[in-house]
């Protein structure tokens, strides 16, 4: 029987652990979010990189014309200097078509870099969730699944388990095998369920990172990643000099 655990922070990934796994990842406010847009309005490619410095260096190593590529990145909630905030809806206003993003996040990228020994890492939110679960189902193998919430430095954040419990919903919703559920997997399903629109909407804008998001004036962006499955993108991590994710499509 399949199983399926939920890490509540990234910080409990342990590399040596996913060589047998499928991991999915979230950062649901706001780097999973914003990766899923970017590839869902035609971004060629989204780099994860851990932080400004190698957002610099990978940049100048791939050597791509100046119109061709955006670094975007904040660090613990606040924008790079010369970086693009890391919200969706203001990087499209940046005609991201066929672009490649860098971009570097607190929690998000970071969590995308520790999974990357997995043989499929994707990244989910709650805006394509439907959509990784089914491409999921027809990629694995039997594997162990692995929700990792990616946190806020080290800590819960609620908005990713939410994310996560989505997710097991259209796993099950999908699937014509049961799933073994560890318990961090059991709260998320049962707590997701109990989840209407409106408690959602408290939900994100009452957590931590929400709260943030807010008052540096991206409350637009809370709306924007609270929507479920309006987007089919599938974003894939690809491994290589510089791993990358790209758009992986769905059914």
């Known amino acids: 029987m399949t199983k399926i655990n939920v890490l509540l922070q990234k910080e409990l990934i342990d590399p040596s652990r996913l060589k047998n796994c499928v991991v999915v990842i979230f950062d649901v406010l706001l780097a999973t979010t914003t990766i899923t847009t970017l590839l869902q309005y035609g971004a060629k490619k989204v780099i994860p990189v851990l932080n400004s410095d190698e957002a610099l260096e990978v940049s100048k190593n791939l050597n791509l014309p100046q119109d061709s590529c955006i670094l975007s990145g904040e660090k613990n909630g606040y924008s790079l200097n010369q970086f693009i905030y890391p919200c969706p809806l203001e990087l499209l206003?940046?005609?991201?078509?066929g672009k490649t993003v860098i971009l570097s996040t607190t929690n998000g990228t970071v969590a995308l870099k520790k999974s990357l020994g997995a043989p499929f890492v994707y990244a989910s939110c709650l805006l394509n969730g439907k959509f990784v679960a089914q491409k999921l189902l027809q990629n694995y193998n039997q594997q162990s699944i692995l929700l990792v919430c990616s946190g806020n430095?080290?800590?819960?954040?609620?908005?990713?388990?939410?994310?996560?419990?989505?997710?097991?919903?259209?796993?099950?919703?999908?699937?014509?095998?049961?799933?073994?559920?560890?318990?961090?997997?059991?709260?998320?399903?049962?707590?997701?369920?109990?989840?209407?629109?409106?408690?959602?909407?408290?939900?994100?804008?009452?957590?931590?990172?929400?709260?943030?998001?807010?008052?540096?004036g991206y409350k637009s962006s809370i709306y924007h990643s609270v929507q479920r499955d309006i987007y089919n993108a599938v974003p894939i991590l690809k491994t290589g000099e510089y791993p990358y994710l790209e758009l992986e499509s769905s059914l």
């Open 153 to 216: 430095h080290g800590c819960f954040s609620m908005e990713d388990f939410i994310g996560a419990g989505h997710f097991i919903h259209h796993l099950h919703k999908f699937s014509g095998t049961a799933f073994q559920l560890s318990d961090s997997a059991k709260v998320a399903a049962q707590f997701y369920e109990q989840c209407h629109e409106e408690s959602l909407v408290k939900h994100f804008f009452t957590s931590h990172t929400g709260k943030l998001l807010t008052s540096l």
């Open 93 to 97: 206003e940046s005609n991201v078509d």
